[in-house]
């Protein structure tokens, strides 16, 4: 059985950083795929990041350059760093996980993933 559970939220000052955490057990490592995705309320749910068991990382425009991911494979944990926050990046954040081999993480979008998380609130106030 897959669980998935984000840490991490919470408010900061525009320009400001946070680090998400993603922790998802009952994957095994070499299909271990993992999204990060937010969702503002009323709106469709945006995706950031696909992160691929080759470490691969596939970026949406609008968090190439801001946010980075990272992986600590003893924990199962994959993290999202979000450096020079916009009010903008305000939302619930949502990681998601699945038994993906490459090849097929690497397109995945939101609705291809099972397993999510609970969510976590960012603030980012001007």
């Known amino acids: 059985q897959v669980h998935v559970a984000e840490s991490g939220g919470g408010s900061v000052q525009a320009g400001g950083s946070l680090r998400l955490s993603c922790e998802a057990s009952?994957?095994?490592?070499?299909?271990?795929?993992v999204g990060w995705f937010r969702q503002v309320p009323g709106k469709a749910r945006e995706e950031i990041a696909i992160?691929?068991?080759?470490?691969?990382?596939r970026y949406a425009d609008s968090a190439k350059g801001r946010f980075a991911i990272s992986e600590d494979t003893a924990r199962n944990t994959v993290y999202l760093q979000m450096n020079s926050l916009k009010p903008e990046d305000t939302a619930i954040y949502y990681c998601?996980?699945?038994?993906?081999?490459?090849?097929?993480?690497?397109?995945?979008?939101?609705?291809?993933?099972?397993?999510w998380g609970q969510g976590t609130q960012v603030t980012v106030s001007s």
């Open positions: 009952g994957l095994t490592r070499n299909v271990y795929c």
């Open positions: 998601a996980a699945d038994a993906f081999l490459p090849p097929f993480c690497k397109v995945a979008d939101d609705s291809d993933f099972r397993n």
């Open positions: 992160f691929a068991p080759d470490q691969t990382t």
